[in-house]
């Protein structure tokens, strides 16, 4: 058995039983994978009743793929001599509770790709795979080290939670060259006569030394609901579509994604203190469409957040975090969520781990959320993956056990 880092970069671990194929003495197939599952409380979710009235209440539900998203994958490499390899990673993510695919019809959803590894330049790879921009910059995230999806960034609409990934997609990865590393992503689209249809592309580098890392990226993607989202009908993004009433959702149904960010981090002692900050712009969001207005409107987010982790023994960690967002549409006010993350996770074995979080979410300003009733501007939290609230306000407890294989 060996442990070996997770390939998106993520400060993340997974126990991989490696499988000879047989073939060749320097040639291995690896079957990976993570199965996730918990249960969370949360307030003031929004409801569309019988009769048609909306309303909220408290709920609890089974989650899965929290701490780490529940999936399935073949990794394969081959020594093609002189520091060269070929390589391969197929990967599925399903729901723990159901089974099901996360995305129907798609059976490596998140992850089909092919590449050459030069050990003195780096990494090309072709298919279907997360950005340079979210690999170098989502490493500062809570969500991505132990706060959960739940921790993310509003509605990931920075994809630093890689709520999408670039399909079609060309990526390099550099080498470490005295601890500098960069990257880039093409992804594209594929569309007869128009070359910028669904196109996305991404850039992105690292520093490290020491107990020190920084990072800045950027990541352009037009059309992101159907380049990268499974369109209207099968939309996989962290923004809750699941009542007729649900809030933001359409936010993604934009032009185009343009986002830039940096981010750092230093290890004192016990300690890891990180930061990131991302500004995002949707352009023609039809979120904001009216018979006056079809092209919908722009709309822009400042993201930060402080991170700490504490390791309280080499199993036991603490994490606490504050992500403040200022979201603007243009020509309007701006609408602030404050969203606090706290938890902890106990490994219990190398495979095993179980954690216990708690979210909360403030928002405040001009509203981005739309009364049903009056259709006026309004104040609704919504913390990633559930259903909105109903006011500006929203708490949620989670606990679960997360298994490597």
Not at 53 to 80: C, I, K, T, Y
Not at 187 to 209: E, M
Not at 288 to 311: H, K, M, T, W
Not at 354 to 365: N, T
Request: aromatic residues 12%; proline residues 2%.
């Amino acid at each position: 058995m060996t442990i070996k880092h997770n390939p998106t970069g993520k400060a993340l671990v997974l126990l991989f039983i490696g499988m000879s194929t047989g073939a060749h003495a320097q040639s291995s197939v690896t079957l990976y994978g993570t199965v996730d599952a918990g249960v969370i409380y949360s307030t003031s979710q929004q409801a569309t009743n019988a009769n048609g009235s909306v309303s909220s209440g408290h709920a609890v539900q089974m989650s899965g793929g929290n701490l780490v998203p529940s999936r399935w994958g073949l990794m394969g490499s081959e020594d093609l001599g002189g520091g060269v390899k070929a390589s391969f990673d197929l990967e599925n993510q399903f729901l723990t509770g159901t089974g099901a695919m996360l995305q129907s019809g798609s059976l490596f959803n998140r992850q089909a790709w092919v590449g050459l590894e030069d050990a003195r330049f780096g990494t090309l790879t072709a298919g279907r795979q997360y950005d340079s921009y979210s690999d170098f910059l989502g490493v500062y995230a809570s969500s991505n080290n132990w706060a959960t999806l739940y921790g993310s960034h509003f509605g990931d609409v920075d994809n630093l939670n890689e709520a999408f990934n670039f399909n079609n997609a060309l990526k390099f990865t550099s080498e470490n060259f005295g601890g500098f590393t960069f990257g880039g992503t093409f992804s594209f689209g594929g569309q007869a006569g128009d070359f910028a249809a669904k196109r996305g592309y991404a850039l992105a580098a690292a520093y490290n030394h020491g107990p020190f890392s920084l990072s800045a990226g950027y990541l352009s993607l037009n059309q992101p609901l159907d380049a990268a989202l499974g369109g209207a009908s099968d939309y996989i993004g962290d923004f809750s579509c699941a009542n007729a009433d649900a809030q933001y959702c359409q936010l993604q149904n934009a032009s185009s994604l343009k986002a830039w960010g940096l981010g750092g981090s230093v290890a004192i002692d016990k300690a890891t203190v990180a930061v990131v900050y991302t500004h995002t712009r949707l352009e023609n969001s039809q979120y904001f469409a009216s018979g006056a207005n079809p092209g919908g409107a722009d709309v822009s987010f400042d993201i930060a957040e402080l991170n700490v982790v504490y390791n309280l023994t080499n199993a036991w960690t603490l994490g606490a975090a504050y992500i403040f967002n200022d979201a603007k549409v243009s020509g309007a006010s701006s609408t602030r969520f404050h969203q606090i993350n706290l938890g902890t996770n106990y490994a219990i074995s190398k495979r095993t781990a179980l954690y216990l979080l708690a979210f909360a979410q403030k928002s405040s300003g001009a509203g981005l959320g739309i009364d049903p009733a009056t259709g006026a501007s309004v104040n609704y939290a919504q913390i990633p993956n559930l259903a909105n609230s109903n006011s500006d306000r929203q708490l949620a407890v989670l606990a679960g056990v997360r298994v490597n294989f």
